[in-house]
Nanobody
Framework: QVQLVESGGGLVQAGGSLRLSCAAS?????MGWFRQAPGKQRELVAR???????DYADSVKGRFTISRDSGKNTVYLQMNSLKPEDTAVYYC?????????WGQGSQVTVSS
């Protein structure tokens, strides 16, 4: 059983920054972030792959950075140069034993 607890969402002006945190109940390597905006598909934002690398959505490359503090079982998403189109609910995700787990979701709203 895996629990993921997110924090750090909020309202920010365009061009600003936010950092999301996701604390897992155990160490899991394959963790990442997804987001879903109204009327759109849920999309991958950033993740650590099982092969030990990272994936980023093209729309966030150069602006967002995924990182981790393994000692705390915590994954972060640093979001810089935010744009209104980044507005979405962001979900932390972990894959463990062929099953996906999800955080509760964090609303990120970027005002223009």
């Amino acid at each position: 059983q895996v629990q993921l607890v997110e924090s750090g969402g909020g309202l920010v002006q365009a061009g600003g920054s936010l950092r999301l945190s996701c604390a897992a109940s155990r160490y899991i390597f394959t963790m990442g972030w997804f987001r879903q905006a109204p009327g759109k598909q849920r999309e991958l934002v950033a993740r650590f792959t099982s092969g030990g690398s990272t994936d980023y959505a093209d729309s966030v490359k150069g602006r967002f950075t995924i990182s981790r503090d393994s000692g705390k079982n915590t994954v972060y998403l640093q979001m810089n140069s935010l744009k209104p189109e980044d507005t979405a609910v962001y979900y932390c995700s972990a894959e463990y034993r062929f099953k996906d787990y999800w955080g509760q979701g964090s609303q990120v709203t970027v005002s223009s």
